[in-house]
């Protein structure tokens, strides 16, 4: 069930992540409650992770400027930290990554995430440090209302997602919100 005021806790957290699209619709989706998707600041956002996405996934750094693996850890970094909320040291994302936001992420330092991953970030998604995540990972902020009236007015809420220092996930797990209502 959706949050029906705004939570003060995650409008906190969410003040101190880089990228945030701030709204009135913004601050209801990260509060749980229902928002409109549709919402100008929010769709333009979701473009914007859409394009950082597409260039994400398919750069490569040219053999002309000699490329190692450290070269592209660092270059990946810089470019994570171009759209999500954080990011700590020596983390390395492999593609394809896909989001919906992006500021809504926060990883801590050393995380590593295998090919595919998958965040739906309309809630705050917090990850510790020392975190790995095998292929085809799924990280889900995302529901809707189970009656259908929501759904065909596109109005759609998040919970948060929060994974812990030092887990490992393994291939192909899907993460949903959890929460005290649940």
Not at 13 to 42: F, T
Not at 120 to 145: K, Q, W, Y
Request: glycine content about 8%; some cysteine; overall charge negative.
């Amino acid at each position: 069930m959706a949050a029906t005021e705004k939570n003060q806790v995650e409008l906190t957290q969410a003040k101190q992540l880089n990228h945030v699209p701030w709204s009135e619709e913004y601050e209801k989706m990260i509060s749980g409650m229902l928002y409109d998707s549709h919402d100008p600041s929010l769709a333009a956002a979701r473009f914007k992770a859409r394009a950082w996405a597409h260039d994400y996934n398919t750069y490569f750094p040219p053999a002309s400027s000699n490329p190692n693996f450290d070269s592209l850890a660092a270059e990946r970094l810089e470019r994570l930290r171009a759209i999500l909320g954080h990011v700590g040291e020596e983390s390395f994302i492999e593609p394809p990554f896909r989001i919906d936001y992006g500021c809504n992420i926060s990883i801590g330092n050393r995380f590593y995430a295998n090919f595919n991953l998958t965040i739906l970030d309309c809630s705050l998604v917090t990850i510790g440090e020392r975190v790995m995540l095998g292929p085809n990972v799924s990280i889900f902020a995302a529901t809707h209302e189970t009656e259908v009236e929501s759904r065909r007015q596109d109005i759609e809420y998040g919970r948060p997602v929060v994974i812990g220092d030092d887990c490992w996930i393994g291939g192909h797990v899907v993460i949903l919100p959890g929460g005290d209502d649940w």
